[in-house]
């Protein structure tokens, strides 16, 4: 790999690190608040709904810059929300600013990786980052869980300065302040990432030009018969792993006794799982040979249900990681195949906004489903069987319809080649 991919690693770790610690520290913000149960999955709601409205905007100013410069901006703006959470912003409102920053971000972070490396080294690119960003997702969850622990955030409160009146009085505003410093830090290794020198025509600024060319590389993405595979797993991947974050922690709560600080570690214990199966898939999984995974995420599906059966941590560990390295194994040769293609038929921050619009736009949709079961005081052992079984069922739907294109010609053939 070139070195500036692992620049790009270093920056997409801190700033994941510090969006998911601040998920953590929001929730406790909601509960010092006495907000509602329900309210919790609107954070990533509200978070993700800004990559749907951006969505036909934010490829054509990812690919307007040198992506290190667009990363180092968006970034910027996710330490704005981040500091928001200070003042008498809603915390709802400030994270929903942080993921206007992430949303600009992300067709950077990925477009960059076809800018620098061949195709052929994908597959293993996509791997390091996805193993990058959930390394990141678990010390994020842990960070976050620590920081808002009596013993951490007792500490970090009775820190003091002479003659300076902080303003900082629990635990959320402390573990708020931290989780800024990795932002910073974030911010610092954007400035490093190299101009790769590509250059793509000059980007209209015309909204509704800009939205006609948004809804033509849909169109272009969906009816590829490879595109539409893989953006569709993809598509469920990021709908389900969003929904699994919450579904964990009131799994946590109510079959496992644990509190938020401790219920945070097992996000870190799937994210682990997801880690090990994105480094599988990077060594064991060539861009050609991506589709085979497709079994295995019907696997990931049913194994879901069987979280019901437990009742110890202990137990659980185990259970989380395999259900984790499933989807891990499973996703990420879909990712790369995505990127890869895309790549060919259109340019690079203009694919990556398709992908973001169609995964968070299932985001948006699972997580307002979820809320409403929680509303609705619907039992977390019946959400997390109708969970798996939809995972399960929805991948034997993307299997089926991938087998009726190769029954029309040979769509694995495409790879590496343009939409005519």
Not at 164 to 180: F, N
Not at 333 to 354: D, E, F, K, Y
Request: some cysteine; hydrophobic content about 55%.
């Amino acid at each position: 790999m070139k070195r500036g991919f692992y620049t790009i690693m270093a920056a997409q770790f801190f700033s994941s690190l510090a969006d998911n610690a601040l998920l953590i520290a929001a929730i406790a913000l909601l509960i010092e608040l006495a907000a509602p149960e329900w309210m919790k999955p609107l954070l990533k709601l509200f978070f993700t709904i800004s990559y749907v409205l951006l969505a036909p905007f934010v490829g054509a100013f990812s690919d307007a810059m040198p992506k290190g410069r667009v990363m180092f901006i968006t970034n910027s703006i996710k330490v704005v929300g981040c500091l928001l959470m200070f003042f008498t912003i809603h915390p709802l409102l400030a994270y929903a600013v942080v993921g206007f920053g992430a949303a600009a971000y992300s067709p950077a972070k990925y477009g960059i990786l076809t800018e620098l490396l061949p195709p052929e080294k994908l597959v293993a690119a996509n791997g390091w980052i996805e193993g990058t960003t959930v390394g990141s997702i678990i010390l994020g969850t842990v960070l976050g869980g620590a920081l808002i622990s009596p013993t951490v955030s007792g500490a970090l409160l009775a820190l003091d300065l002479p003659l300076v009146d902080t303003g900082i009085d629990t635990p959320a505003e402390a573990a708020i302040l931290v989780i800024s410093v990795f932002y910073v830090v974030a911010a610092l290794f954007n400035l490093r990432i190299p101009d790769t020198g590509a250059r793509y025509p000059d980007q209209t600024r015309n909204p509704l030009g800009l939205l006609v060319d948004f809804a033509r590389c849909f169109k272009v993405l969906w009816r590829d018969r490879l595109g539409q595979i893989s953006l569709a797993v993809t598509t469920l991947f990021w709908g389900a792993g969003a929904t699994l974050q919450f579904i964990v922690l009131e799994w946590a709560k109510t079959a496992l006794g644990m509190p938020l600080n401790k219920a945070a570690i097992l996000q870190g214990v799937v994210a682990l799982g997801i880690a090990l199966g994105a480094v599988g898939a990077a060594r064991l999984i060539p861009l050609k040979g991506s589709l085979r995974v497709l079994p295995v995420g019907v696997g990931m599906g049913l194994l879901v249900p069987l979280m019901t059966l437990v009742s110890t941590e202990t137990a659980a560990w185990p259970l989380l990681i395999l259900i984790g390295a499933l989807a891990g194994f499973f996703v990420v040769p879909m990712n790369a195949l995505l990127q890869h293609r895309g790549h060919v038929l259109m340019s690079a921050g203009h694919s990556i906004a398709v992908q973001n619009f169609n995964e968070n736009l299932m985001i948006l949709a699972m997580l307002g489903l979820y809320a409403l079961l929680i509303r609705l005081e619907l039992h977390i052992n019946w959400i997390v069987l109708l969970f798996g079984l939809f995972v399960a069922g929805a991948m034997l739907l993307v299997i089926g319809r991938h087998n009726a294109n190769q029954r029309e010609f040979d769509s694995i053939a495409l790879i590496g080649k343009p939409r005519h």
